[in-house]
């Protein structure tokens, strides 16, 4: 009977540790099984969109309106600019799309853990190949004009369980001297448009740039600050604010950069939305 008894509760303890071990295979799928998710998620939300227009609002530069038109690629509908040039931000039409094919199924870990009380998949990706595949170097390049040289080191991405959204992204860059800083992305205030979801706002912010800037590089900010500020208590008053009605942010933003040690950044917020325009 002790025997019995002892197999009955080894059986079951092997039984339930099953259970949880299927569970957490379930939790943690691959990288091939979460671009299917992904894919799947994609064709759900574009199946009543064929076509969009979308309003951003730049901290920088006003409002743009980019067009987006629903194509077959490799059998997934995917959302692709009308205009190369145009953002396609993760957070507003990458769903499936090749390049999150490739992030995603490039992942070097995919892990679970809770972010604000949801549950997010964690997907780190710190394969230099699968960086140069998206030539995303290349494309941090041209963003900063060649000034900063920089390559990614790593990339994690916060993707919903639930419902197959970015919500974050960090990029940890370096330069040739080892010097690092991160890139946060932040995909924020989800709303759906006809079945699809559209982060409203995207918010960016850079920690640690002042690691890649010289002193005397920072000393040239500086004084480049002080004289901006000098010429513009000096013009008439009509002028003046006329400028920081146009060029505020920026200036603002400026003088955080070199006053701070702190993050800075830019948001863009999508002001209109259009179906099937």
Known sequence: MYTSLKFNIITAILLVSGLFGSSVALAQPSPAQLVEQLQRAGADYLSNIERVAITVEHDFV????????????????????????????????????????????????????????????????????????????????????????????????????????????????????????????????????????????????????????????????????QEMMKELENMPEAQREMIMQQMGPQIEQFKQMMEGDGPTGMTMRITNVEINP
């Not at 499936?96 to 997010?120: H, L, N, Y």
């Not at 170097?137 to 390559?151: L, Q, R, W, Y």
């Open 62 to 225: 006003g409002e743009e309106t980019s067009y987006y038109t629903k194509e077959m690629i490799d059998g997934h509908p995917v959302l692709v600019p009308d205009d190369e040039d145009d953002y396609e931000m993760i957070g507003w039409v990458g769903y499936g799309s090749p390049e999150i094919v490739t992030f995603v199924g490039g992942a070097s870990s995919i892990s679970t853990e809770r972010v604000d009380g949801k549950a997010m998949y964690r997907i780190l990706v710190d394969d230099p190949a699968v960086f140069e595949q998206l030539d995303m170097n290349s494309d941090f390049a041209d963003d900063f004009d060649d000034e900063v040289e920089a390559e990614i080191k790593s990339a994690v991405a916060w993707l919903g369980q639930d419902d197959m959204l970015f919500y974050r992204m960090e990029f940890t860059m370096a330069n040739e001297q080892g010097a690092e800083f991160t890139m946060n992305m932040y995909m924020e205030d989800y709303q759906t448009f006809n079945g699809m979801p559209i982060a409203m706002s995207t918010r960016m912010e850079i920690e640690g740039w002042q690691n890649m800037v010289s002193d005397e590089e920072m000393a040239e900010g500086m004084e480049a600050m």
